[in-house]
């Protein structure tokens, strides 16, 4: 039944990591707009960052992030310099007011920085902002970088969090990804950070790869437990080779289809729970004693750019080209070309070109959405009291959803609308229903399962 659904509901949908999604954000939102967001962040108020590191030292073929490859150093350092303007720049708006809580380190590759660039990029964000005690710090690592001097760096500048890319184990999958990783290369790189001190761990795996098979996930993931990560993220590789054009260099001939996807997807998510691992949403899983896994059982789990999170914060700040925030009155992207950013930064700017002011109607779509995403369900006296009369019109309409919907993908439980357990991997395409943007846009996403 799950294989059937699986192939019918083989469309391609947005991740949803916000509502409204990127594709829909228009020009409307200029720096001007985000400085008067960024002056508006209350007193006290405890907020995220989100650094972009748009450079990597070797192309992943299976990678959508906005990224380049370099083999010289220089425009890494240059681009260095742009990003500790806009950090100044930034950290005076909200000076006295934002107090950081987490950050995240992304890219491209943060973990290419030379060590001392890493230990002086923590220097002048702390020089900038008023971060917390226990602020929370995480960093995508990409094995193949690091080193010793690495390590201690990240150390310093106190990371708390080690996100590890491992994609897949198997030499095969791997060279035609152009990601070649060992398995004991990846463990020593988790022995290094937990020696340092780095209580949590979280490992990214993918399915749905060129090569890939259900015998060799299952291998791939069997080896990654053996880490004992606190937390793993399962992610469907996304081929969208219109929009990243080196995913050209993937034959879309290696690549398993809707079935095979979604077994690939069960196997590696059964294998993951036998070990005592907790889903948390429809792509992650934790350690039950980890903070992801209690803010899942507890109600507070949430989404933003980075995926599932425990982060409470209303403000995300999106720092270096492409890089999205996001605040109470809507979402701003930094422009993507890095020479452009440099340009618009190095002079005390700002680098918003595009986004997007949020309505009444988006709040509520965009509540619904991330509680469907998150928990699977949501109130619909939650609905009514948050908001009126508008989440009167989507409550209707969750109703004939859940009524007339032959693949059942949601259902009335008493006040509650929740999707049924063996309809959870396919919650994106519930989502998509309550986007009123989806149907209209022209974007192109990756597919849904």
């Known amino acids: ?50 650094l972009h590191i748009p450079y ?45 809580r987490a950050v995240h380190f992304g890219g491209g590759s943060p973990t290419m920085l030379k060590p001392e660039d890493m230990v002086a990029l923590g220097t002048v964000l702390r020089g900038n902002f008023d971060f917390l005690p226990d602020a929370g710090i995480s960093v995508e690592i990409d094995p193949n970088d690091m080193d010793e001097a690495r390590l201690d760096a990240l150390a310093e500048i106190g990371m708390t969090r080690a996100s590890l890319g491992v994609q897949d184990f198997d030499p095969k999958v791997q060279k035609a990804i152009n990601r070649e990783q060992s398995f004991l290369q990846t463990k020593a790189v988790v022995d290094g950070v937990r020696s340092r001190g780095v209580a949590s761990v979280n490992l990214d795996l993918l399915y749905g790869l060129p090569h890939q098979t259900r ?62 691992y907790q889903a948390v949403g429809f792509d992650h899983f934790a350690r039950s004693d980890d903070a992801l896994a209690i803010a899942a059982r507890t109600g507070t789990l949430h989404r933003n750019f980075q995926g599932y999170t425990e982060d409470r914060c209303e403000t995300l700040i999106g720092l270096g080209p492409s890089s999205i925030s996001q605040f109470r009155q809507g979402y701003a992207q930094n422009m993507p070309a890095t020479a452009e950013y440099g340009r618009m930064v190095e002079q005390g700017g700002l680098a918003v070109v595009r ?95």
């Open 215 to 276: 015998e060799g996930i299952s291998s791939t993931v069997s080896q990654a437990l053996t880490l004992e990560p606190d937390r793993m993220a399962l992610f469907g590789y996304a081929h969208v080779p219109w929009f990243k054009k080196h995913q050209t260099m993937i034959d879309e001939a290696w690549l398993p289809d809707s079935m095979e996807r979604f077994a690939q997807a069960q196997i590696a998510a059964g294998l993951m729970l036998k070990a005592g």
């Open 355 to 449: 986004g997007i002011e949020l309505s009444d109607d988006d709040r509520v779509r965009g509540w619904i959405i991330e509680r469907l995403m998150c928990d699977f369900a949501f109130s619909a006296i939650d609905l009514i009291e948050r908001f009126g009369e508008i989440g009167q019109k989507l409550l209707l309409q969750a109703s004939s959803i859940a009524l007339r919907d032959p693949a059942r993908l949601l259902e009335l439980d008493g006040d509650s609308f929740k999707v049924p357990v063996e309809n959870r991997p396919f919650v994106r395409s519930l989502a998509a229903r309550f986007d009123k943007y989806f149907e209209t846009g022209k974007a192109r996403h990756s597919v849904a399962v």
């Open 56 to 100: 990597c030292d070797r192309l992943c073929w299976f990678c959508a992030c906005h990224t380049k490859q370099t083999r010289h150093y220089e425009p890494v350092t240059a681009y260095l310099r742009s990003l500790h303007a806009e950090i100044a720049t930034v950290g005076g708006l909200v000076s006295g007011r934002g107090h950081v």
């Open 1 to 50: 039944m799950q294989q059937e659904l699986a192939a019918r509901l083989s469309e391609n949908v947005p991740r949803y990591t916000s509502y409204p999604t990127a594709p829909h954000f228009h020009a409307g939102v200029d720096a001007a707009v985000q400085r008067g967001w960024l002056e508006a962040i209350e007193g006290g108020e405890e907020i995220s960052l989100y």
